[in-house]
């Protein structure tokens, strides 16, 4: 394929959204729908993207700041989609070859149909190739009005249309293939005199077929691919239709999803086989879940490593963490971010985990707090057990050997450090470092004062 650089228009403002943010930025799935459009011409090789920005233009610029394949060209009014398009001559001067043309606001498009575009659009020697579909109800698009063979002789907007021209059912996508020689040419002479008053993109294909260049139609039979988006019924359209393509890329590498519909995946989250996800799971970001795990109802998984065979309970979440092979985790447990559980690790209802290691095999069942502690191997936390790791001003450390035990209702008051094998009686508040293989007991004696109730009453 010869030359490609990609123009994606982006300067309206996207009134329908009835937004405070400009409409390409609104996340589809994770991402903004505009990274979507970056990403498929991206994907077909274009060298060169000019972005033509205008509302909110600094908001767009941020979000790729760190992308150096991208120049920025400004819209200041927003004259209409031709206008804009030639508002990137200058990012894309001295280039030689195919321009292609997206939308920042389609961002179901694929980069197969825009590649087979491209490569139909050299192949025919066209001078402008519009993507296109057939669509049952096509108000509001333009309708691209054809001769023999493909050939279009010209694209009307609904606004300008006759009654007759509003019958065709083939509409244009607003995705072009042009011959840079041809595009800027074409643009400098766009006239507004239309419906809306606005210079229209569309109108190069009228100027080619006038110049007797080939313009061509290349209809696409998936019309979801070229959904625009305009409003928030739209945005969640095409939200559940890329969702919908990632679970089902998921399960056709065998994850089992009980009802797909209702499984909020993230692209480039990765699932090993034979893993099974419940309804109402949400795992996002780097996350990396191993093979034949369960994730049960409302888990939220964030940027995590899961080993093989794990178990996360209903309403767990976990953040920045590492999980070990057949851990188990939950319900309701929160990992947050630097927690680094071993291999067959047990943590119960209601525990919350930061920034700790826990070796294999030990075990926190319920009610406890572990924040910044190193814990060694097949080492039992008690229920209600609490690391007190913060002073006020600094947080300090805990360390707990392998083999301890720590019996219910334990305060750990860190700075502290208690050897393997040691043993914390229950109700105890650990404020020395305990040696190995020691007993530690710290709570005052517990006296009975026999009948002491009954003779209350007596006297009352
Ligand atoms: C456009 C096409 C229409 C097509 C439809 C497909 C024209 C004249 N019409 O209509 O044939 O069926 O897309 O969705 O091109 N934009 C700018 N600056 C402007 C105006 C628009 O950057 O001055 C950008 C918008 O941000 C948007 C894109 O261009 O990303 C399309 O603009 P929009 O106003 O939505 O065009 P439509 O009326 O939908
Ligand atoms: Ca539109």
Not at 61 to 90: K, P, W, Y
Not at 191 to 199: L, M, P, S, T
Not at 273 to 287: C, E, F, K, L, R
Not at 368 to 388: K, S
Request: proline share 3%; glycine share 10%; net charge negative.
């Amino acid at each position: 394929m010869s030359n490609v650089a990609a123009i994606i228009l982006a300067a309206g403002k996207g009134t329908r959204m009835k937004s405070g943010l400009v409409k390409v930025m609104h996340r589809v799935v994770d991402k903004p729908m505009i990274s979507y459009s970056v990403r498929a011409a991206k994907a077909v090789g274009a060298g060169r993207l000019a972005v033509v920005v205008g509302h909110q233009a600094q908001t767009v610029r941020d979000f790729f700041s760190s992308d150096e394949t991208i120049v920025f060209a400004l819209q200041e009014e927003q004259l209409g989609t031709g206008h804009a398009a030639a508002c990137a001559r200058t990012a894309l001067e001295d280039f030689s070859g195919t321009v292609l043309i997206l939308c920042g606001d389609v961002p179901l498009l694929k980069s197969e149909t825009v590649g087979a575009m491209l490569e139909n659009h050299e192949k025919r020697g066209a001078v402008v190739t519009v993507l296109t579909t057939h669509l049952e109800n096509p108000f509001g698009y333009g309708r691209v009005v054809k001769r023999e063979g493909g050939r279009i002789s010209r694209i009307v907007e609904e606004k300008d249309a006759t009654p007759e021209e509003r019958e065709i059912d083939e509409i244009n996508s607003g995705i072009y293939c042009v011959s840079a020689e041809f595009l800027f040419k074409a643009l400098a002479g766009l006239k507004c005199d239309n419906a809306q008053g606005e210079y229209y993109l569309t109108d190069i294909v009228k100027i080619a077929a006038q110049e007797s260049r080939l313009c061509l139609a290349f209809p696409t039979d998936d019309p979801t691919e070229v959904m625009g988006v305009n409003d928030r019924v739209q945005l969640a359209e095409v939200s559940t239709i890329m969702r919908s393509r990632i679970n089902r890329g998921l399960m056709l590498s065998g994850t089992t999803m009980i009802d797909p519909a209702a499984t909020y995946i993230e692209e480039g989250v990765s699932i090993g086989a034979d893993t099974i996800i419940h309804p109402n799971v949400h795992i996002t970001g780097s996350t990396v879940i191993g093979t034949g795990c369960i994730i049960e109802q409302g888990a939220s998984i964030r940027d995590s490593v899961i080993g093989d065979r794990v178990t996360i309970k209903a309403g767990s979440v976990a953040e920045e963490s590492r999980i070990g092979d057949e851990a188990s985790i939950g319900p309701m447990a929160h990992l947050r971010p630097g927690t680094r559980l071993g291999e067959h690790v047990k943590i119960g209802n209601f525990v919350e985990t930061k920034k700790i290691t826990m070796g294999r095999g030990s075990k926190a069942s319920h009610l406890t707090y572990l924040g910044d502690a190193e814990i060694g191997a097949d080492v039992n936390i008690g229920c209600g057990t609490i690391t007190c790791n913060y002073d006020g001003v600094n947080k300090h450390k805990t360390v707990i050997g392998d083999n301890v035990f720590v019996g219910s209702d334990v305060q750990l008051v860190a700075p502290v450090t208690v050897g393997s094998n040691s043993l914390i009686a229950a109700g105890t508040t650990v404020t020395i470092d305990v040696p190995p293989d020691s007993l530690a007991i710290a709570r005052t004696a517990q006296v009975n004062k026999v009948d002491w109730v009954k003779n209350r009453l007596v006297k009352g």
